[in-house]
């Protein structure tokens, strides 16, 4: 049985996705799907619209036949790092054969080149050059990349899926790992690009959902949990930024002045911008400052495959892996007690209960069964 691997976020799950799974088995044929889904925090240094057992069941409607939690550490992370830890959870599985990523330029070659553009030396050389001009990042890695390939593989690097479906190959090519690579162009409504009628984005939906246009049960957003974010912030000194990921460059300092000024967490997110950080940059930095997190809590590798959700299909995808996983498979909430990362993941959980309307309470890590459809 092909096993095919998707990173998602489902947040929340729309008919984009449902097409990206349907095409997905149009490509590779009849096969399970698995989904490594962001948990109650998300890539943009927020929190999911719904708790990542929500999130999982409405996955398994949507066709999706097991679910697995990327942890915090990974998915609130810049796109490398994101990737890392996804694609080391798939290959992490032992059964997964393929891995499919929406892109919007649809083609694995033109990605796979660009990936093995960003992995050589010659471009880690331009990158330096552009970064010591304080060029943003983002700027320097598409310079860098022009270069070498020329303006039509710099401007694949200026689509965020498209960025993300490269940093998968890179994830795949540094593990040197058999999973076969395909890509579904993207339907619909860009990253946050708002109402296509068939496939609006995941962001329109969300503001929807949290403006009560569309029925749903206590969303969640950071906003509701602030004052417990800035109070934990507020505590902490410049060697407490300094120690958050991603935070050189002054960053960390820029971060300690904001918190120290700003009343709100909009506030210092403005208050530490400049050109050279992006904004989810600072809303990550700021967001891992919020959980009690600092850098050196992410593992090289994941120590753990912890179960969300599955269909019957998703249990026999987990029958498989119970021989063939290189790490621990959890099914059980009890599983992870004594376990590192688990226990920082129970305390993000917690955390995410005050970002709700309504406040739940601790402990949900260790109470909460998978999702069995």
Known sequence: MDVVGIVAEYDPFHAGHAFHLRETRRQVGECAAVAVMSGNFVQRGGCAVFDKWTRARAALEGGVDLVLELPTVWAVSSAESFARGAVGILEATGVATHLSFGSECGDVEKLQQAAACLDSGAYRAGLRRFLDQGMPFAACRQAAVRELLGESAAELLSHPNNNLGVEYLRALNALGSAI??????????????????????????????????????????????????????????????????????????????AVRQGRTLEEVYGLAKTKRYAHSRIRRAVLWGALGLKAWDRPDHPPYLRVLGASGRGREVLRMMKVRAAVPVLTKPAHGRGIPLLELEAKCTDFYQLCRREPGPCGLEWTTDPVMR
């Open 180 to 257: 076969v690579p395909v890509t579904v162009r993207r339907a619909g409504a860009g990253h946050d690009e708002g109402a296509d009628p068939e496939y609006p984005s995941a962001s329109y939906l969300r503001e929807r959902i949290w403006a009560g246009e569309r029925e749903a049960e206590d969303p969640a957003r950071l906003e509701h949990g602030e004052r417990g974010a800035l109070a934990r912030l507020r505590a902490m000194d410049e060697g407490d930024f300094a120690a958050l990921p991603d935070c050189g460059e002054g960053l960390s300092h820029r971060l300690y002045r």
